[in-house]
C-alpha cells in the first residue's frame, strides 16, 4: 500500500512568490491534515480535511494561506504571497475514520525555503 | 485547552542500553489517545506506539513500551536495547475525542545512539 506522497520536497523561491504543495493521502483515507513544523518545534496543525470539507481551518493564515481538496482525495497548499518566515517544513496526513485511535500517517514533507 | 511538555531537547544512549523519553500531557477531555512518533533525519514521520487514555495497561510494542501515569499526567517512552537506527526526534502527541482526533505535539526529543 502506498503511503502519504507529497511534492515537492525541497521548494526554494524569493519573498513575495506564490508557492503550492501538493498532498495524495493513503487511498481510501477521508481524513486530510496539512501541518506546519519549524526546526526544532513539533509539527503544528494547519488544516483538516474530512473529504472536501475544511472542518478546522482555525489556525491557517487566511490572509496568505489557502488550501483545497476539491475532489475529496489529494490536497493543495499555496502560500501567496511567500514571507521569509514561512521557511519549514509543511506535512501532510492522512488517517481512516475505521481507525478507532485516529491513527495518521504521514507524508516526507516539503522543505520550503523563503530568501 | 491541550498541551504536551517534553522537557528533554536531547538524550543519549549507549548501544544496547535502555532509555526513557519523558512527556507530560495535560487535557480538560476525558477520553484521549497518546502517541509516540519517531522522525528520522528524512523527516518521515513514524508511528511507534500508541496509549488508549481509558486502558489502565500500557502498551508494549516490542522493545518499546510506554509508562501511562493518568493521575499525574505522565506518558514515558522506554527504549530498550537501542540500536543505531533508533536515533531520531522522538514527538510525544495526544488527541481527544472531543477534538475529534486533532493531534497537539510537544517539541520533541532527539536521541543519540552512541555505538
Known amino acids: 500500500e502506498a503511503g502519504v506522497v507529497q511534492s515537492p520536497r525541497y521548494k526554494i523561491i524569493e519573498k513575495k512568490q506564490p508557492v503550492a504543495f501538493w498532498c495524495n493521502p493513503i487511498?481510501?483515507?477521508?481524513?486530510l491534515y496539512w501541518y506546519l513544523q519549524n526546526l526544532g518545534q513539533g509539527p503544528e496543525l494547519l488544516i483538516r480535511y474530512e473529504n472536501e470539507e475544511a472542518v478546522d481551518d482555525s489556525q491557517l493564515p487566511k490572509d496568505r494561506f489557502s488550501a483545497e481538496r476539491l475532489k475529496g482525495v489529494d490536497s493543495t497548499l499555496k502560500i501567496q504571497p511567500a514571507e521569509l518566515g514561512d521557511s519549514a517544513v509543511y506535512l501532510c496526513a492522512s488517517s481512516s475514520r475505521d481507525s478507532p485511535y485516529n491513527e495518521q500517517f504521514f507524508g516526507p514533507g516539503t522543505r520550503l525555503t523563503v530568501l | 485547552a491541550q498541551t504536551v511538555t517534553q522537557s528533554q531537547p536531547e538524550m543519549s544512549v549507549q548501544e544496547a542500553e535502555t532509555v526513557t523519553l519523558s512527556c507530560t500531557y495535560d487535557t480538560s477531555e476525558s477520553d484521549y489517545y497518546l502517541f509516540w512518533y519517531k522522525q528520522p533525519p528524512s523527516r518521515q514521520m513514524i508511528l511507534v506506539i500508541r496509549?488508549?487514555?481509558?486502558?489502565?495497561q500500557n502498551a508494549t510494542e516490542n522493545r518499546f513500551s510506554v509508562n501511562f501515569q493518568k493521575a499525574a499526567k505522565s506518558f514515558s517512552l522506554k527504549i530498550s536495547d537501542s540500536q543505531l537506527g533508533d536515533a531520531a526526534m522522538y514527538f510525544c502527541?495526544?488527541?481527544?475525542?472531543?477534538?475529534?482526533?486533532?493531534?497537539?505535539f510537544g517539541k520533541g526529543t532527539k536521541l543519540s545512539v552512541k555505538p
Open positions: 502527541a495526544g488527541g481527544g475525542i472531543e477534538s475529534q482526533g486533532n493531534l497537539i
Open positions: 496509549q488508549e487514555a481509558y486502558k489502565q
Open positions: 487511498s481510501g483515507h477521508n481524513t
